[in-house]
């Protein structure tokens, strides 16, 4: 059974920084895409971050430039450095794990459980 948990999200002033990390367990994740989706209170679920076994990272274009994805393959977890944060930033963020294409499109089988990310003006 896969798991995926999250920490690091919390309260931050706007121009912060928070790091978001996410542990996979339950199966192999070679070839498989990690990354990161969000959901705002009465918003739509928003791509944020994905990244390839390979390193390959893709970013939507509201974080480009702000927020850096990684991952450590041997341990299997993904992280997601967020920096100048924003308060259009605030939502719960999701570790998402699945084929290139389904993590982009937030339509991937496996998530986590959600970690809150609030910044304050």
């Known amino acids: 059974q896969v798991q995926l948990v999250e920490s690091g999200g919390g309260l931050v002033q706007a121009g912060g920084s928070l790091r978001l990390s996410c542990a996979a367990s339950?199966?192999?994740?070679?070839?498989?895409?990690m990354g990161w989706i969000r959901q705002a209170p009465g918003k739509e679920r928003e791509f944020v971050a994905a990244?390839?076994?390979?390193?390959?990272?893709y970013y939507a274009d509201s974080v480009k430039g702000r927020v850096t994805i990684s991952r450590d393959n041997a341990k299997n977890t993904v992280l997601l450095q967020m920096n100048s944060l924003k308060p259009e930033d605030s939502a719960v963020y999701y570790c998402?794990?699945?084929?290139?294409?389904?993590?982009?499109?937030?339509?991937?089988?496996?998530w986590g459980q959600g970690t809150q990310v609030t910044v304050s003006s």
């Open positions: 998402v794990v699945g084929s290139w294409s389904t993590v982009v499109a937030g339509t991937c089988e496996y």
């Open positions: 990244i390839r076994w390979s390193g390959v990272t």
């Open positions: 339950g199966r192999t994740f070679s070839s498989y895409a």
